[in-house]
């Protein structure tokens, strides 16, 4: 049972446009979500984060919004640049108290997004 | 300040032996958790590790093993590997609860 769902594999977007990357969860447990970027060969990089008591975050031309009712979480960059292209991975953490302190992260399969020139 | 290093970066094993993989987290951090990548499969928890207690364990088979030192290093160890064994693992330090995790490059491990 996959409680994190990226559905689409890949994203294609021209240079200045905006990406919208999205995300659903199925557990209602979760209260806290991060958005990795992931280059071939490389770790995950953190992007943003945000925790369920809010409903958007900012940094710069990343923008991540949760709509708990939804169980729904989306990122958008805003302009796209060619060295956004990358796989971008939505993962969601429950409360780390009642996990006895774990920061388990639960993560969706990735969307792959390529920004063109 | 040097990142999360795992060691090796690329690993050919054959179906059947044991590998172990060898994480060393940023400096000060204690805990290291590990994850799995395999193709379309995203990243799947292996096992986390504080102070040299696992804190938490994901749904792999009991062939997947990892331990912590008192120096916060990790080994994850797989034995009888099988060709499904094949994937980018993934060691992940961070400082404190909450902080967020620092993820190392990964080692490839192929079974032929």
């Known amino acids: 049972d996959q409680q994190v769902k990226q559905n689409s594999p890949s994203l294609s977007v021209q240079e200045g446009r905006i990406s919208i990357l999205n995300c659903d969860y199925t557990?209602?447990?979760?209260?806290?979500f991060l958005w990795y970027k992931k280059y071939p060969a490389e770790g995950p990089t953190f992007l943003i984060s945000?925790?369920?008591?809010?409903d958007k975050n900012e940094d710069g031309r990343f923008t991540v919004f949760l709509n708990k009712s939804a169980k729904h979480l989306s990122l958008h960059i805003v302009p796209s640049q060619p060295g956004d292209s990358a796989v971008y991975f939505c993962?969601?953490?429950?409360?780390?108290?009642?996990?006895?302190?774990?920061?388990?992260?639960?993560f969706g399969k990735g969307t792959k997004l390529t920004v063109n020139p | 300040k040097a990142g999360v290093t795992q060691t090796p970066r690329y690993l050919i094993k054959t179906r059947g032996q044991q590998v172990t993989l060898s994480c060393s987290p940023i400096?000060?951090?204690?805990?290291v958790s590990w994850y799995q990548q395999t193709p379309g499969q995203g990243l799947q928890f292996l096992f986390e590790?504080?102070?040299?207690?696992?804190?938490n364990k994901g749904n792999f088979p009991g062939r997947f093993s990892g331990r912590q030192f008192s120096n916060s290093r990790s080994e994850m160890n797989v034995s009888t590997l099988e060709l499904g064994d094949s994937a980018l693992y993934l060691c992940?330090?961070?400082?404190?609860?909450?902080?967020?995790?620092?993820f190392g490059s990964g080692t490839r491990l192929t079974v032929v």
């Open positions: 992940a330090s961070s400082l404190w609860q909450g902080s967020g995790y620092t």
């Open positions: 557990n209602s447990m979760f209260d806290y």
């Open positions: 945000i925790s369920s008591i809010k």
């Open positions: 993962a969601a953490r429950g409360d780390t108290f009642s996990q006895g302190g774990s920061e388990k992260l639960v």
């Open positions: 400096s000060g951090h204690r805990s």
């Open positions: 590790y504080f102070s040299e207690t696992q804190r």
